[in-house]
């Protein structure tokens, strides 16, 4: 009997949140927009426009490899890839192929089963974005629009080698790149406006019994099925693991019959709850790649990537750690506080506004933690100096609380002495009579009420 | 009025003491056009008589300061010129009219420059000849020079051409042809109009890339010499003479003397991969030509691919064939390699001379549809005019008499940037 494993690899597409286009002065806002009203000669690919890169582009390219632990190439360039489509108005894209920016970094991860595993990343590089398409149809007529406000807007693409294992990892890379580039500020990444868009590639390996586990690694790239499935429009993580998980169990079908899948790219149909074939690949496509001649190469000095470097913020990992250990805060709630950088920074301006009250601090660390975590406090509502505030408005009312609360019992068992006696003489059920007459007479919590009650029986 | 025999320079000093004014030059030219362009088809689209006239009014209120103030010029029809058709001799963009303005066609604007019309070309500049042209074949051209299309046509006209610098002059708004080679040049009457001109065209452009960021000289400066002592002229034999017509040979040598006469030095320079451009050449130029033409995909600009010629045609193949996988190392790459050894080529002969004497055509001009039907014959005419731009130098294209009353010429070719020098040189033998 043979066991199946699933080998999957992925490519991100990331928007980046530049003020102005790729290659041209154009605003690289595009959601939402009226259709072709951002775009000039050069990002309509209109004859004799030339590009010319976006700096701040390719600063914010290098700082996302470096974020991803990549190797920054010293010699980088563009080169054209070629190809026709109504959406792509030079008939090339500008993108980078034999020197993309970054190459060989990896991200680490913790799977389900709390194994940490490292996934390579082969490269990040800069292309541009194509225009829109929407098939519509107008006085009868099915036709197609072309909105260009989109095409020439800087696409980042983070591509992985086929190292996750699991449909469970998939997604934990996922989240974690997503947190990364927010962390950077240099995207948006939202699935719903398409700035962060995936395109998974997924083959199963079967592996004979008793043969060692696959793992990744040199040794393993050599065994790689001979086929591969790409997936596309997946527009959520949710659809990711859907569109994966429904694959899986495909082709295991398939293989478990002696056949092998065939290479196609698959495209997730959230209405038939279903991947579907879009179309089958004889090979790989050839985009005639050659370099971009109208963009002199990219050299990145020392100077530059040390200037660069700098940019990098305290990251989502590292800044957890450093709260379990600055703030003695679990690992759990460290990294609920870490997953939003401006959640992070709030909850540690909080900190500091309580920890300047010397000599000792206003309120525990762990009840700000909580305070923020659980009461999802609007962080742009309230300010860290007035939720230090709020948490000790909020002990010392329960304190006060606490006294009206005796005052309400005793007056309760004043007039419920019957119950009071039958609890003396063993029916604890009356306890729940008395809690339920005391909530009535004030605004408490059940738990608070309960644990006061009780108190108060065990003493008659 | 006769505008033959007057120059850039010389008009302009007749229209500032106001013996003529812009409004008769305008007027000449387009006498000379509805006179002649039916029969020799210079002008593929000529601007509006009446908006001529009153951009001529206009230069003739001010005193003529601008540098081109009221000045008449044609630019090959690879320039996007807003609102004026441009058509790049091709039926694909036979009604394309552009909403922008090419950088060169701006500054000639903002100096005052009058633009007539549009000149004829081969289509999408393929070929030195004109005769590609899917409209009707060149008597004359002026533009871009990616393989000799402005040397060559200035020397089968007894004029002058320049091709400057890659880089030196912005690409901005001129359709591609092979980006890595197209250079923006022009064709005058003598070597101080071509000096004017480029001290209006050159300098960086934001909107492209590769243009030079170093400030351009002022080039009229340069034209000071009087002889060429101490000027060490290169002479190359794997410049590959051999293929020159032998009725070329003693023309040309009587102007390499000429040189001599005026107190250059000939040395003789190695440039062993010279004889390789061709090829190289007609690998580069058709791989980025089909790129560069994917866009007219039919879906904008009106007509499709179908309404490409044979010439482009020929070249899309090529060039897609050459960038194709399995093929681009033995085609693309391996032609890049060359190039690289053709540039290393005129950087080391650079160590030793000033400039490099050359021929700028093989063959004397000959009659309309004589060779089109022969592409490789046709190929070779850039034997001289192609290892310049591969190395994107600047290269001046001189008259140097006449053999069987037609024109001849030559080119003398410098190292990135030395436009002056170049200037200077061939100042110095036009006054002989």
Not at chain 1, 82 to 108: R, T
Request: include cysteine.
């Amino acid at each position: 009997m043979n066991t199946y494993q699933p080998i999957i690899g992925l490519e991100v597409h990331v928007e980046l949140a530049t003020k102005s286009k790729m290659f041209c002065g154009c605003p690289a806002e595009h959601f939402g927009i009226e259709p072709n009203t951002h775009t000039c000669p050069v990002c309509l690919g209109l004859p004799g426009a030339l590009p010319v890169p976006n700096r701040k582009a390719v600063e914010w390219t290098i700082l996302l490899g470096l974020a991803l632990g990549c190797q920054i190439n010293e010699h980088s360039k563009f080169d054209r890839k070629n190809y026709f489509y109504p959406d792509l108005p030079k008939g090339y894209q500008i993108s980078q192929y034999e020197e993309p920016l970054a190459i060989n970094g990896s991200l680490e991860i913790r799977n389900s089963k709390s194994e940490i595993r490292n996934i390579r990343i082969r490269r990040v590089h800069l292309e541009e974005d194509t225009g829109k398409l929407q098939h519509t149809t107008v006085n009868g007529k099915d036709i197609s629009l072309a909105d260009f406000n989109r095409s020439g807007v800087p696409l980042v693409e983070i591509v992985t080698e086929p190292d996750f294992r699991s449909v469970d990892e998939v997604d934990q890379y996922l989240k974690k790149l997503q947190k990364i580039v927010r962390y950077l500020g240099i995207s948006g990444t939202d699935m719903e406006k398409g700035s962060m868009r995936l395109e998974p590639s997924i083959s199963i390996a079967q592996i004979a019994k008793h043969s060692r586990s696959y793992k990744h690694g040199k040794d393993f790239e050599h065994k790689l099925p001979d086929y591969r499935v790409e997936l596309k429009n997946i527009n959520s993580f949710r659809f990711a693991r859907k569109a994966l998980e429904y694959e899986i169990q495909r082709q295991t079908e398939i293989l478990e019959k002696g056949e092998t899948p065939t290479q196609q790219t698959r495209g997730w149909s959230e209405a038939k709850n279903a991947t579907i074939p879009q179309r089958e690949k004889e090979g790989e496509s050839d985009y005639r790649y050659f370099p971009e001649p109208d963009i002199p190469p990219l050299r990145i000095s020392n100077e530059q990537l040390a200037i660069i470097n700098k940019q990098i913020p305290e990251l989502p990992d590292a800044k957890s750690t450093r709260f379990q250990k600055e703030f003695s805060l679990t690992e759990h709630t460290s990294n609920l506080l870490a997953e939003d950088k401006s959640v992070a920074d709030y909850f540690e301006e909080a900190v500091k506004n309580s920890l300047a009250a010397s000599p000792s601090p206003l309120t525990p660390i762990i009840d700000v933690a909580n305070w923020i975590i659980n009461k999802k406090i609007d962080i742009n509502q309230t300010l860290p100096a007035e939720l230090i505030q709020q948490i000790l408005r909020s002990k010392q009312s329960s304190q006060i609380d606490e006294s009206e609360l005796e005052k309400i019992i005793v007056q309760v068992f004043a007039e419920n002495p019957k119950a009071v006696e039958d609890y003396k003489k063993g029916k604890l059920q009356v306890v729940g009579y008395l809690i339920g007459v005391c909530l009535k007479k004030g605004n408490f919590h059940q738990a608070q009420i309960k644990e006061a009650v009780e108190k108060k029986l065990r003493n008659v | 009025m006769d505008i033959k025999n007057l120059t850039i320079i010389s008009a302009l000093e007749d229209l500032r003491s106001k013996k003529i004014t812009a409004v008769d030059l305008v007027e000449a030219c387009l006498e000379n056009i509805r006179k002649h362009n039916q029969d020799y088809n210079v002008l593929l689209t000529v601007e509006d008589d009446d908006k001529l006239i009153k951009q001529a009014r206009e230069a003739d209120a001010t005193d003529h300061s601008s540098p081109l103030s009221g000045i008449p010029i044609v630019v090959k029809d690879m320039f996007s010129t807003k609102n004026l058709r441009t058509t790049a001799a091709s039926k694909v963009l036979e009604n394309y009219t552009p909403k922008y303005e090419s950088t060169v066609t701006r500054k000639l604007k903002e100096a005052g420059a009058i633009i007539i019309g549009k000149a004829n070309q081969d289509a999408w500049a393929h070929g030195a000849t004109g005769e590609n042209s899917d409209f009707e074949p060149t008597r004359n051209a002026i533009g871009t020079d990616t393989g000799g299309s402005i040397r060559v046509p200035a020397s089968y006209n007894n004029l002058v051409g320049l091709k400057p610098t890659y880089g030196r002059v912005s690409r901005y708004g001129v359709v591609a042809m092979a980006s890595s080679l197209d250079t923006m040049a022009h064709v005058t009457k003598n070597v101080t109009d071509s000096a004017h001109i480029l001290n209006i065209t050159a300098g960086a452009d934001p909107y492209d890339a590769t243009s030079i960021k170093t400030d351009p000289e002022d080039y009229l400066k340069s034209l000071t010499r009087e002889d060429l002592k101490g000027v060490k002229i290169g002479l190359s034999p794997d410049f590959k003479m051999a293929t020159l017509d032998k009725k070329l040979v003693k023309k040309i040598d009587e102007s390499l003397k000429l040189f001599e006469k005026l107190g250059g030095k000939i040395i003789e320079v190695p440039l062993p991969h010279t004889p390789e451009s061709v090829e190289t050449y007609y690998i580069l130029v058709p791989s980025e030509i089909s790129s560069n033409l994917a866009r007219y995909d039919g879906i904008r600009y009106g007509n499709g691919r179908s309404h490409f010629g044979a010439e482009a045609k020929r070249r899309i193949m090529i060039g897609t064939y050459s960038l194709s996988s399995g093929y681009y190392d033995a085609y693309y790459k391996a032609a890049q390699k060359v190039r690289t050894l053709i540039i290393k080529d005129f950087t080391s002969a650079f160590e030793h001379v000033d400039v490099i004497f050359a021929p700028v055509a093989p063959v004397l001009p000959y009659k309309i549809g004589e060779k089109v039907n022969d592409p490789l014959t046709l190929y070779l005419m850039d034997i001289y005019t192609s290892p310049v731009n591969l190395s994107g130098l600047p290269s001046l294209a001189l008259p140097a008499g006449f053999v069987d009353d037609l024109p001849v010429g030559i080119q003398i070719i410098g190292p990135p940037l030395s436009e002056s020098r170049l200037f200077s040189i061939g100042n110095a033998y036009e006054k002989q």
